[in-house]
């Protein structure tokens, strides 16, 4: 092969890889890859690109962003590209950039800098367009997409909060803003709800998201509006345009004005005259990285004047005005010393590293997951191995990849045939990832089941933790805990429970032999075991630890079946219903209809609960909590209202969930009255329904 071919192949090959990357991170939502291993692949490319200019083709990934939108959302063109940006990795890099951008400006002139954080998100357009009275409202939210044209994702960005539905003529006219305007930020999961995510997703036996930006990214392109209010999604803006143009003379004032007309800004940006004033803004920043509550990966630094960004322009696919300074990943080396497995409330085995302990981002860490037996032979990993680990946020470290610079490992990781736990053996059922105990008295799941049924966001039952559970069930802790190296040694007791109905029929004289409790703890915990009976039907469901069950689909199930009876009849008739049945509920796929059937073809199972019914158990099947902000609410629009045309303020109230009726009744919740409002207003005072005005209506949308 001459030299030109070969160079010719190894670009080839990177772009292959690229686009194989690009494809999990964008379209899938599910990245391969570490973002920094993704970046070196991309420098090495535009490093190659740069000595053979020639060798450029426009469908390289160099010269385009983001990835293929997805299906099932209208594409809609963007009024300027949405780009990405370029990355500084040190400060040489920042200050080689600063030199470029003084050089490229007539000598002499001063550029100041805003630095911002770079929040770890994905980009969003938000078009906003002129309704009565000189307000303004939204009228459309477009993902980047591939740069030029984005997804149409209006419905699901509406149940952001920090999404302004609206926003006021006299709001505007502070912040100096026109009608029609488009407002680009960042879509965030912050991490708390992230958390809470994977922790469903995990209960429901399905893929976690690996970081908050890759589930941020698949919650604003779900189908499903619902699932994104749920989620808590947040948006911070930093860009304000009219017509593809920037509409003020500098990112300092278009933060300001964005800030005054109600949009969130993210506080953490400040302005800056010189590199060292923007180094320090990165120490700090770096500083507070774990302390957010969202995830950032550095800092965005921009040139504040808008005509000097004019004149700077764009590259490829970035602009010259604006670089990325990027933290470090959180990622460290160390040495793999050995697998334990865990046995989980499905009887899921999770194979978890213990590691020599490694100080990574500010926490020692000792455990990683290896999550399941393919994640092992994907990484081809053994033990002795040095490895890769990697920490987000609050989020559990993973092992990323095996360290080829150091010598191999020699013992491979045998995943074992029998629980480790009661011995019986282990099943891969067909197509499935996991292996199960599926010992339905395997102590282990029991632990588990108990511990999931008491929790928090299931039953409730406070003071039922870990210690408790372990002495109910006769059983020392069983997993060592964080940091330990061994399980305490078991202390043989004698079981008081076996199932979780048993737990309803503990004594006070039961609970007195156990240590470390008196008789006031004993009483606290009977009355909360007492209590969690009258926990409405889905709580129920989802304590029963039905595969694929989380929250949301024991909500829907627990909905559609209060129509077919009431309270245990509504149980009753989920326990009788056939697979067919159950796809028909809404949002349930065949995969979750036939784990909620099986669970309740067994015998085991309905057994229990109708034990839980003779216990007094009330299945009360109440409606589901409210996913959006004016969920169950009905208005009725009267009159002329100050800034609102009524057609947008019937909009507003139905995209967040409320309902907007015609006449007004005792099932009116809200009359918002304008001038001149007329009989409504009347029958509203006659009714005794609360009458408001326009401000109280958008203030109930944060504004
Ligand atoms: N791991 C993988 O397989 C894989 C694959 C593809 C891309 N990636 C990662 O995706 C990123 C590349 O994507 P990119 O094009 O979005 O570039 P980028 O994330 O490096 O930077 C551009 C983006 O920063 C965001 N941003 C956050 N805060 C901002 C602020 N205050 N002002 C302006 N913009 C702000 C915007 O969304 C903008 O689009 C890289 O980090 C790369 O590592 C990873
Ligand atoms: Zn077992």
């Known amino acids: 092969m001459s030299v030109e071919s070969k160079i010719e192949a190894r670009i080839e090959s990177l772009r292959e890889a690229l686009r194989h990357h690009e494809y999990l991170y964008y379209v899938e939502d599910s990245p391969e890859i570490l973002d920094a291993e993704y970046d070196t ?100 939210g477009l993902t980047r997409g591939d740069g030029t044209t984005g997804e149409d994702v209006t419905t699901n960005v509406r149940t952001i909060r920090s999404v302004p539905l609206a926003v006021s003529a006299a709001k505007l006219k502070k912040a100096g803003m026109p009608q029609q305007f488009e407002v680009r930020g960042e879509v965030v999961m912050p991490q708390a709800a992230f958390q809470r995510m994977n922790e469903e997703a995990v209960a429901a036996g399905l893929p976690v998201k690996a970081n908050p930006r890759n589930a941020a990214a698949g919650t604003i392109r779900t189908l499903e509006p619902n699932i994104v209010a749920q989620r808590r999604l947040d948006f911070y803006a930093y860009f304000l345009l009219r017509e593809g143009e920037t509409l003020l003379p500098g990112q300092q004032e278009t933060l300001d004005a964005l800030k005054t007309a109600g949009f969130r800004v993210n506080m953490h940006g400040s302005s800056a005259k010189t590199i060292d004033t923007v180094l320090k803004f990165i120490e700090k920043a770096e500083a507070q990285r774990d302390d957010l509550g969202y995830e950032i990966d550095g800092v965005v630094v921009k040139v504040n004047s808008t005509a000097q960004q004019a004149r700077l322009g764009f590259t490829g696919k970035a602009p010259r005005w604006a670089i990325a300074y990027k933290f470090a990943a959180r990622a460290g080396v160390t040495q793999l010393k050995g697998v334990g497995f865990q046995v989980g409330r499905t009887g899921k085995l999770t194979p978890v590293a213990r590691l020599t302990p490694v100080f990574i981002g500010g926490t020692t860490v000792s455990n990683a997951t290896l999550h399941n037996a393919d994640e092992i032979q994907r990484l081809g990993v053994r033990i002795g191995d040095w490895v890769q680990v990697e920490r987000g946020g609050d989020v559990i470290p993973k092992i990323v990849k095996v360290d080829e610079s150091h010598p191999r490992g020699t013992e491979e990781i045998e995943f074992p045939t029998h629980c480790p736990v009661c011995d019986e053996p282990v099943v891969r059922e067909e197509g499935e990832v996991d292996w199960r105990c599926v010992n339905a008295s395997c ?28 002495q109910l069930l006769g059983q020392a802790e069983m997993a060592p805990a964080e940091g330990e190296e061994e399980a305490a040694e078991p202390v043989a007791r004698k079981a008081l429970i076996h199932s979780v109905a048993d737990l309803y029929t503990l004594t006070m004289d039961q609970l007195l032999t156990l240590e470390r409790i008196g008789q006031k703890s004993a009483q606290t915990l009977l009355d909360e075991i007492e209590r969690s009976k009258k926990n409405p039907l889905w709580r129920v469901l989802l304590g029963l630890g039905i595969r694929h069950v989380g929250e949301r689909t024991a909500q829907l199930l627990a909905e559609e079946f209060a129509s077919r009876g009431q309270d245990y009849e509504a149980m009753q008739a989920l326990m009788d219903a056939t697979e067919e049945e159950l796809q028909r509920v809404p949002e349930i796929g065949p995969k979750v209809a036939e784990a909620i059937h099986e669970f309740f073809a067994g015998h085991k199972n309905r057994q229990l609960v109708e034990r839980l019914h003779k216990l007094g158990f009330s299945f009360t099947a109440e409606k589901r909590q409210k996913t959006s902000q004016l969920e169950g609410m009905t208005f009725v629009l009267t009159g002329t209202l100050p800034t609102l045309k009524r057609e947008d303020a019937k909009t507003m109230i139905e995209a967040a969930g409320g309902k907007v009726s015609g006449s007004v009744s005792k099932k009116t919740t809200y009359v918002v009255a304008g001038d001149e409002a007329g009989s409504k207003l009347d029958k509203a005072n006659e009714l005794g329904v609360k009458v408001i005005d326009e401000a109280a209506l958008l203030a109930m949308f944060g504004q």
């Open 41 to 140: 692949l991309m420098n090495q490319l535009k490093a190659l690109e740069a000595e053979h200019p020639e060798l450029i083709t426009p469908d390289s990934p160099t010269q385009r962003v983001g990835g293929r939108p997805k299906e099932g959302f209208a594409k809609v063109a963007h009024s300027r590209p949405m780009l990405s940006l370029d990355n500084a990795y040190n400060e040489a890099e920042l200050r080689a950039w600063a030199d470029r951008v003084h050089a490229a400006l007539p000598a002499g002139e001063t550029v100041e800098f805003v630095c911002e954080l770079k929040l770890d998100g994905l980009s969003l357009a938000l078009h906003y367009g002129a309704s009565a009275n000189g307000a303004s409202v939204l009228q459309r």
């Open 443 to 470: 102590p282990a799941r029991l632990r588990e089941e108990l511990l999931h049924f008491a929790s928090r966001g299931v039953m409730n039952i406070e003071g039922l933790g870990d210690a408790l559970v372990a």
